[in-house]
């Protein structure tokens, strides 16, 4: 699937500075300001396609965080000290995840940051990621430019941007070529 290409490519680009979207990078000044006064236990929630994988990337590469993209095999992960553990697509069940926080604060890490589509019941920081409707403009200008699309942009006026993630976007776009 063409959808697949445009993923692993738009995963490479949040190496790039200039790759956050406006709620991307309020999320992330969110979670350095969280980092910043030593909360050790951050939530970062949205539904799926909002960006919060980029984001977690984006945190891997500019804030030295580590990243696993499952955080069940958080009793596996080496846990260097003083580091931030960055776990993605977790289920926001309040006892597992108090499972997962633990073990690897208990192993070293400095703060970690769990990844799910919910928030988490229970006295963690949540901050939350959403795809504003302002964003998809600038999302059809980012991907016309950085993933060489060069058709079809125009015919996604006819899809519901308010209800669609990136995701959606990326494979509407593969659809209409």
Do not use: M
């Given at each position: 699937m063409r959808w697949q290409v445009y993923h692993r490519k738009l995963l490479a680009l949040s190496e790039e500075d200039d790759s956050l979207f406006d709620h991307q990078k309020k999320a992330y000044a969110e979670i350095s300001q969280a980092l910043s006064e030593y909360e050790s236990r951050i939530n970062l929630y949205g539904n799926a396609g909002t960006g919060k994988t980029f984001l977690a990337h984006y945190l891997h590469h500019h804030a030295e965080g580590l990243y696993f993209n499952d955080g069940r095999n958080h009793k596996k992960?080496?846990?260097?000290?003083?580091?931030?553990?960055?776990?993605?697509?977790?289920?926001?069940?309040?006892?597992?995840?108090?499972?997962?926080?633990?073990?690897?604060?208990?192993?070293?890490?400095?703060?970690?940051?769990?990844?799910?589509?919910?928030?988490?019941?229970?006295?963690?920081?949540?901050?939350?990621?959403?795809?504003?409707?302002?964003?998809?403009?600038?999302?059809?200008?980012?991907?016309?430019?950085?993933?060489?699309?060069?058709?079809?942009?125009?015919?996604?006026?006819?899809?519901?941007?308010?209800?669609?993630?990136?995701?959606?976007?990326?494979?509407?776009?593969?659809?209409?070529?």
């Open positions: 992960i080496e846990v260097p000290s003083k580091s931030v553990i960055i776990a993605d697509n977790v289920s926001n069940d309040r006892q597992s995840t108090r499972l997962i926080i633990d073990n690897l604060l208990w192993r070293g890490a400095e703060a970690v940051i769990l990844i799910t589509r919910k928030p988490i019941p229970d006295s963690i920081r949540q901050i939350h990621l959403s795809l504003e409707s302002v964003d998809f403009k600038k999302l059809e200008y980012f991907l016309c430019q950085r993933l060489d699309i060069q058709d079809g942009i125009e015919k996604l006026d006819e899809i519901d941007r308010h209800s669609v993630g990136i995701w959606k976007f990326l494979n509407t776009i593969s659809l209409t070529f």
